[in-house]
């Protein structure tokens, strides 16, 4: 149900679930923004100031809850607003269970409203004709009551919704072979600084000598991550739109997100690749043996193959790229495939931060007992 007017005062709900979590503000950018469980009837109110809305819920109508504001830049003066009732399905691997939810508003009260209230399917589906909705909702009046039926998610679209940040960086994991065959590089046998009897001085010890190549070369993987990410994510993004093409909604924080992380992790997989070549010798083996803990879990994940692996090996890191957003309301197929990594970003990138500060450890561990001549 949509009406247009500027802002909805207070309104008691009651659904007919058991256990319903009220929504008291949606936008396209920033997502469905649930209050808390709660079990009976609901009061809520939107309120409006400018460009600014602001969702409340009450359990009496006197007591109110913030749950989220928003702000929309160049919002018109006069907008639609409405009650609506979902129900998400539940997602059987390919398929999708349906489901439908119907919810009682009464004691509606509308400040600023011009204009009726009409019916609206908000992202219906079309059934197999291509003109007839799948499961279309519906609102029934009686009295001073409303009831509206409704279903399908309340959310961001995932692969449907357009291209995704990450996306931009398709071929990061490509890239990282580079980055991890210059770090094996990087550990080069010492070159001595003097000799014993020579009276010429002694060169750092080996175990000093390797952490300080740990940091150099962190550092320069992050700038160079830094650099390569925060060229192709904004630029890509910036000519897809130009383009025409759909883009999921993405916030300046995860975008900030995705370009930084994508720097971390590169330079965290230099440090793993540095301190492998430390521990085994062998630049070929070390390489090698990078690539497959780094670059071809992320691959296989990619194919739809033993995704598990991005749990448990340094590839891991790659979740930090994950742009879009998780919801507990909203069952999708979270696979690599819809942008959706096994684990979280920041647990992702822990990982692989984990795997390197042991390689390291490890390889300055066995360092430490050699002298320097």
């Known amino acids: 149900m949509v009406q247009r007017c500027q802002i909805l005062g207070s309104s008691r709900v009651a659904a007919a679930a058991t256990r319903w979590e009220p929504g008291a ?216 739109r130009a383009n025409q093409n759909p883009i999921q909604p993405i916030t300046v924080a995860t975008e900030l997100r995705v370009i930084v992380g994508y720097a971390a992790l590169t330079a965290a997989a230099a440090v793993l690749a540095l301190g492998l070549a430390a521990l085994v010798k062998r630049h070929i083996v070390a390489i090698g043996l990078a690539i497959a803990l780094v670059v071809v879990p992320y691959l296989l994940a990619t194919a739809g193959l033993v995704p598990w692996l991005l749990m448990i090996t340094p590839a891991a890191g790659f979740a930090i790229t994950q742009s879009v957003p998780t919801f507990a309301h909203v069952d999708v197929d979270q696979s690599l495939l819809g942008g959706y990594y096994p684990l979280p970003p920041w647990a992702g990138l822990t990982v692989t931060c984990a795997y390197a500060a042991i390689a390291l450890g490890a390889a300055i561990a066995v360092r430490r007992g050699k002298v320097p001549c």
Do not use: C
Not at 46 to 55: F, I, N
Not at 123 to 132: E, H, I, M, N
């Open 25 to 240: 503000a949606y936008n396209r950018r920033h997502g469905f923004m649930a209050g808390g469980p709660v079990q009976g009837p609901r009061w809520l109110r939107l309120t409006r100031s400018g460009d600014t809305l602001t969702g409340y819920e009450s359990g009496d109508g006197q007591t109110w809850t913030e749950v989220s504001t928003v702000t929309l830049p160049g919002l018109p003066e006069t907008v639609e607003i409405g009650l609506f009732a979902a129900s998400s399905g539940a997602l059987w691997e390919m398929a999708k269970a349906f489901a439908q939810a119907t919810a009682t508003f009464d004691q509606i009260t509308l400040q600023g409203a011009n204009g009726s209230w009409r019916h609206d399917d908000v992202g219906v589906s079309l059934g197999p004709d291509g003109k007839t909705l799948h499961h279309p909702g519906g609102v029934v009046e009686s009295g001073d009551k409303l009831l509206v039926t409704g279903g399908g998610d309340i959310g961001p679209a995932t692969v449907e919704g357009g291209l995704r940040a990450d996306l931009m960086l398709i071929g990061g994991a490509v890239g990282l072979i580079l980055v991890l065959v210059v770090a094996v590089t990087f550990d080069t046998a010492e070159h001595r600084r003097g000799s014993i009897g020579t009276g010429l001085p002694a060169g750092p010890h080996p175990a000093r000598l390797l952490a300080a190549k740990a940091v150099v070369l962190g550092a320069v993987a992050f700038v160079t991550g830094l650099v390569t990410s925060g060229v192709v994510v904004p630029a890509g993004l910036a000519l897809l």
